[in-house]
């Protein structure tokens, strides 16, 4: 069964617009979750993150938002630009006993046009 | 400061041949971790290390895959015999803290393999 899930494969969004992905979770053990960005031929890149214990985490133009009781976070980007066009993976942690090894979504294509 | 690396990048080979990748992670970086990233999935763990300790190896398909990591450094991963289904990106991560949640994971280049 898929822990974290990001149901939309892909999203196009026009340069200088908002860009909102989406992310869902159902394991209640998670309390850290993250946003990596991947370009083809290259290793995920972390982006930012969020405990938890916090509702929001703003980093320049990202912003992340957690809603605890619907077990869902966002990730924003405003303004959108041509370099933001990659997959961006939602991903969680938090099993306990020091094993914090990351669950990941499928990931969101996301295209920025000019 | 360096990034994670990984050796070698690409690697075909026939099915039930065996395999193994390296991974060297970023210097002081306690734990280790190794995914696999199926194509259209995200990636999966197979296995975390602490220091040359195994933490996590609950996904690791034991039958077939192995991973090390000796001295607490270096780490290789390897797959013997490999089948189709082991086509994936092998991706190698590691992170500075022991054992906390909310320490970033720095991924490498990964390598691409492909098993006809």
């Known amino acids: 069964d898929q822990q974290v899930k990001q149901n939309s494969p892909s999203l196009s969004v026009q340069e200088g617009r908002i860009s909102i992905l989406n992310c869902d979770y159902t394991?209640?053990?998670?309390?850290?979750f993250l946003w990596y960005k991947k370009y083809p031929a290259e290793g995920p890149t972390f982006l930012i993150s969020?405990?938890?214990?916090?509702d929001k985490n703003e980093d320049g133009r990202f912003t992340v938002f957690l809603n605890k009781s619907a077990k869902h976070l966002s990730l924003h980007i405003v303004p959108s630009q041509p370099g933001d066009s990659a997959v961006y993976f939602c991903?969680?942690?938090?099993?306990?006993?020091?094993?914090?090894?990351?669950?990941f979504g499928k990931g969101t294509h996301l295209i920025i046009q000019p | 400061e360096a990034g994670v690396a990984q050796s070698p990048r690409y690697k075909i080979i026939e099915k039930r041949q065996s395999v193994a990748f390296w991974c060297n992670p970023i210097?002081?970086?306690?734990?280790l971790y190794w995914y696999q990233q199926i194509l259209g999935q995200g990636p999966k763990l197979l296995i975390q290390?602490?220091?040359?300790?195994?933490?996590?190896d609950s996904q690791l398909p034991k039958d077939r895959f192995s991973a090390e990591r000796l001295k607490g450094v270096d780490s290789t991963l390897k797959i013997q015999p490999a089948k189709l289904e082991d086509s994936a990106v092998y991706l190698c991560?590691?992170?500075?803290?022991?054992?906390?949640?909310?320490?970033?994971?720095?991924f490498g280049p990964g390598t691409r393999l492909t098993v006809l």
């Open positions: 290390f602490q220091n040359n300790g195994v933490v996590d």
């Open positions: 991560a590691s992170s500075l803290d022991l054992g906390s949640s909310t320490d970033t994971q720095y």
């Open positions: 991903a969680a942690s938090g099993r306990g006993g020091g094993a914090d090894g990351l669950t």
């Open positions: 210097s002081g970086h306690a734990t």
């Open positions: 969020i405990s938890s214990i916090k």
């Open positions: 394991n209640s053990m998670f309390d850290y």
